[in-house]
């Protein structure tokens, strides 16, 4: 391994572990009827089941940047595996669906630590003119898990149970803790800043309201005690947070850093692509569930031409970045995105073709493909190096506000238009025939919204490109 440079390597170590966390999060997404079914659970908790990890991930993850920064970014990851191993684990032997949703916080804490530092292990390791190519490759491996983690999610389930949906993490894991012992090296560690916690918590507070409000305004009602208690968490904690991260010398969010327009809007255009895109594997293997009727292993394979468009599409638009800048890479993506939503829009009907949901299935899988690393690229080689990890965080804690958002917004959206004692049914796959007509309606409600946001992730990206052009990014 000697022979082999650094850079390759580190490359080795984070695409082994974004093996084991994207396979993860695969197969939660279809195998979630499944772990339903056996609890009994409730439309709240099959949401929060969900929304618990992404909340927390998304919380957590700049003070990972952060905390990464002052005592090493090799040290963060390595933690940040074995809580993950662990917590996985234990959610095996989970008794109670409240146990599930506790758990999944920790899982989602181990997360946060390897999420927040795998791009900024890439390029901190990799030479600027490679950079483009790394992170293309890391982006497709995220592909490769995405493609393995629905088949694998509705194998396990439907063969082995909903505990091995878990427990499939715990050997890789182990793996990935080794391999990155082994390999990465220790990093100098940044200049020690304070850890900005009143950010932490009045993210908390804004986002948790938000997500509480959505979940529950479709059973209780928008005039509901819950849902108002959450939307005055919403009211109270967002402009808190915006004035505590401009008065603080260490923000979770560095806002000054916004007033770079060619950074602002690339992470507008992430903002908007996520809220589009994230939430598509979940929504159409519920679909395959609710409405075709098919068992979770089928719906696995189903959702397959969304991971595998990416997969293909990432490297190719690595090398086309090198070629043309990641700019113009980023401005097409979404362009796809929208396409594929659209053909969602006009054909998803319960007697569909399903080489027409494939196709449109596929386009936005090439979509999130070209734009996340053409847009990725352009964010990481805009600022300088010893803010890697930071701008990272910052970077995919905008990111995961979308991934959380969109979810909570798209199940909402589809649950809101069932009665609220057939809710429950969406999420264990069991909708009755009668209420058919209303899940489609509220699928297409679910999907225009998907594409009106993708459509805003392209108006931002080509703003990037000309306010670029103009202005090239600082030496780094």
Request: positive net charge; charged residues 10%; aromatic residues 8%.
């Amino acid at each position: 391994m000697a022979r082999v440079p650094y850079h390759w390597r580190a490359l080795s170590v984070v695409t082994l572990g974004s093996l084991v966390t994207g396979i993860n999060a695969g197969t939660l997404n279809v195998a979630l009827p499944v772990v339903v079914r056996h609890f009994d659970a409730g439309a709240l908790a099959a949401h929060w089941v969900l929304l618990s990890f992404m909340l927390t991930n998304t919380v957590l993850l700049v003070l990972c940047g952060r905390l990464a920064d002052e005592f090493g970014r090799r040290e963060t990851y390595l933690l940040g595996y074995g809580v993950f191993t662990l917590s996985s684990l234990l959610l095996g032997l989970a008794p109670t669906i409240e146990a599930v949703i506790a758990l999944r916080v920790v899982q989602a804490a181990g997360f946060a630590m390897i999420l927040a530092n795998a791009t900024a292990i890439i390029a901190h390791a990799f030479p600027p003119h490679l950079l483009s190519q790394g992170i293309g490759l890391y982006i497709s491996t995220i592909s490769v898990a995405q493609v393995l983690g629905p088949s694998v999610g509705g194998l396990l389930a439907e063969a082995a149970g909903w505990r091995w949906v878990f427990w499939f993490n715990v050997p890789f894991g182990v793996a990935a803790i080794c391999w990155g012992a082994f390999t990465l090296r220790r990093l100098p560690r940044g200049e020690r800043e304070p850890v900005d916690v009143r950010g932490a918590l009045l993210l908390l507070v804004w986002l948790g309201g938000l997500l509480l409000a959505l979940s529950e305004a479709g059973s209780l009602g928008w005039d509901s005690p819950l849902v108002l208690a959450g939307l005055a968490a919403l009211a109270a904690g967002l402009p808190a947070f915006w004035w505590a991260q401009r008065r603080t010398g260490h923000p979770l969010l560095d806002l000054e850093m916004f007033r770079d327009a060619g950074f602002a809007l690339a992470n507008l255009a992430a903002l908007c692509h996520t809220l589009a895109r994230f939430g598509i594997v979940l929504v159409a293997a519920l679909f395959f569930q609710a409405v075709w009727r098919a068992d979770a292993a089928t719906a696995g394979l189903a959702v397959l031409p969304v991971p595998i468009a990416m997969m293909v599409a990432s490297p190719l638009a690595g090398a086309l970045a090198r070629l043309l800048g990641p700019r113009p890479v980023a401005v097409a993506g979404p362009a796809m995105t929208a396409a594929g939503l659209a053909t969602l829009l006009v054909t998803l009907d319960r007697d569909t073709p399903y080489p027409l949901v494939a196709a449109g299935l596929a386009l936005m899988g090439a979509g999130s493909g070209v734009f996340l690393t053409g847009n990725t690229t352009a964010i990481m080689a805009r600022v300088p190096r010893d803010r890697l990890g930071v701008v990272n965080g910052m970077r995919l804690t905008l990111q995961n506000v979308g991934n959380t958002l969109g979810v909570a917004l798209s199940l909402s959206m589809i649950a809101s238009v069932l009665p609220a004692g057939d809710r429950p049914a969406l999420f264990n796959g069991t909708v009755p025939a009668g209420s058919l007509t209303e899940v489609l309606a509220g699928y297409d409600r679910a999907i225009a919204a998907m594409l009106v946001m993708a459509l805003a992730s392209m108006a931002a990206a080509v703003a990037g490109l000309v306010v670029t052009r103009r202005d090239p990014p600082p030496a780094r």
